[in-house]
């Protein structure tokens, strides 16, 4: 059977009805955000409660420390931006991965003259231990015991290090984490290395510290003694590497295990 064309008035009703159904999806949509909207906002109401509960283990605990900044991002929480706000004035964690950035800067750019911008993640981390530690020889002087405590207390973790220097990625300086031979450094100057030279670098961090020789590389990387030479030579004059003249070895101080023992 034939369909019978609607009349004008049909049209109209069925218009009425799309728009009425048009309108009631939007009014289900708009209830929907708002309920969503007061969900979070209870559940921040929560993390909050939880966050002044929790505020010495969020300070002390890098693996706390990190959860909760993961269960923070989840309802689009920043507990670590910088400012003046809720989070920033309970948790003091904006400050606290700003004032570790500023460290790890500084540690890189003082020692870059010595291992020419790489630094093994093991050497920073002691030379952080470090810093804190004659801090807290100079706040002890002071009579502030309880800052002396808390100081010792307060462990860092990888993860916070990648959280400070990504705090600091708008300042342009150039720093990150990379994994070089299998492992991970502190890079704070721009990587544009030859093909032989990542080669000779991801050897050299095979070797944990251990000085490497064109004779090794000759055995180990199969070239021949001029390129190997060459190579070691190109790293040296970017201080990569260190010659030590009477061996006829290059040490890199990157992954000289314990790092260098210069006082930063």
Known sequence: MARRPLGIAGIQKKDQLNAAFKKQGELLTEAKLEHVQKSLETFRGHLEVFARKHKNAIQKDPKFRAQFAQMCAQIGVDPLASNKGFWAELLGVGDYYFDLGVKILTIAISTRST?????????????????????????????????????????????????????????????????????????SVPLEFSHDQTLLLEFAASLKGSPVSVKKIQAQL???????????TEMAAEVFAWYDAHSEEYWFPAFIEGGVRFEV
């Not at 093994?120 to 800052?147: M, P, S, W």
């Not at 990648?162 to 984490?177: C, F, M, P, Q, T």
């Not at 199969?222 to 070691?232: E, I, L, Q, V």
Request: aromatic letters at 2%; a positive charge; proline letters at 0%.
């Open 222 to 232: 199969g070239w021949d003694a001029d390129r190997a030479k060459r190579a070691c």
């Open 115 to 187: 291992n020419g911008g790489i630094m093994g993640i093991d050497e920073l981390f002691d030379r952080l231990k470090a810093q804190r530690e004659r801090a807290a020889r100079a706040v002890a002087k002071t009579g502030r015991g309880a800052d002396l405590k808390l100081d010792k207390g307060a462990e860092i973790s990888e993860d916070d290090v990648a959280k400070a220097i990504d705090k600091l990625s708008a300042l342009g300086n150039g720093l990150k984490v990379a994994n070089i031979g299998g492992r991970k450094a502190l890079i």
